[in-house]
């Protein structure tokens, strides 16, 4: 059976951080393109990074350059987002999503609310 079980997501203030993590189980983990979605009430869902199989790259849109960075552990079947400088228009779920040939397998995402 397929999991991508997201968490690391919370309350946090403008200016912090918070990482994310999401654990998969069920498939080749390694051969999958990992990334990381969000959906803010109201809004489509949005891609905020992307990393191959073997993190040999990754793409980030401007909105998160510089601020989140995407990495993954294909020993532990894992992928974080490590959030930093966080901001109020950061407020999202975010979603865990895998993706390989046809496969395209989401998580049930984790809350991460920016504010005061």
């Known amino acids: 059976q397929v999991q991508l079980v997201e968490s690391g997501g919370g309350l946090v203030q403008p200016g912090g951080s918070l990482r994310l993590s999401c654990v998969a189980s069920?498939?080749?983990?390694?051969?999958?393109?990992m990334m990381w979605y969000r959906q803010a009430p109201g809004k489509e869902r949005e891609l905020v990074a992307q990393?191959?199989?073997?993190?040999?790259?990754?793409i980030y849109p401007d909105s998160v350059k510089g601020r989140f960075t995407i990495s993954r552990d294909n020993l532990r079947n894992t992928v974080y987002l490590q959030m930093n400088s966080l901001k109020p228009e950061d407020t999202a779920v975010y979603y865990c999503?895998?993706?390989?040939?046809?496969?395209?397998?989401w998580g049930q995402g984790t809350q991460v609310i920016v504010s005061t």
């Open positions: 999503n895998a993706r390989w040939l046809r496969d395209n397998y």
């Open positions: 990393i191959t199989s073997v993190s040999v790259s990754t």
């Open positions: 069920g498939f080749s983990f390694s051969r999958y393109v």
